[in-house]
């Protein structure tokens, strides 16, 4: 299993609409995606380690694939309408990651 982690860092002059993100974004990434998405979650910051500081990332997504593959085949394939839809929940340039998940 896979995970493609979205991150959208915390700073002065960004924004990111939660709702926008959980209820709409998602659905749409679940949608063009298929099958081949095996689960999602997602993450909203809300604090650093310090007690009282502000989270690094303001939220992140997951996404769940059996394989590299499987990831690139189903979302390449929708890029442009998945990128498409960033700026209705964000002004972040986003950070992702693509790992293997191991537990």
Do not use: W
């Amino acid at each position: 299993m896979i995970k493609v982690s979205v991150f959208y860092a915390n700073g002065e002059g960004k924004r990111f609409d939660i709702v926008y993100y959980c209820e709409k974004h998602m659905s749409l990434v679940q949608r063009l995606c298929g099958a081949a998405l095996k689960g999602t979650a997602v993450e909203q910051g809300i604090s650093g380690m310090a007690p009282g500081s502000a989270a690094p990332f303001l939220a992140m997504g997951h996404l769940y694939f059996e394989t590299v593959d499987a990831f690139r085949a189903s979302f390449e394939t929708h890029l442009n309408e998945i990128v498409g839809d960033v700026p209705n929940y964000t002004n972040i340039e986003p950070t992702i990651q693509i790992s293997d998940v191991k537990m």
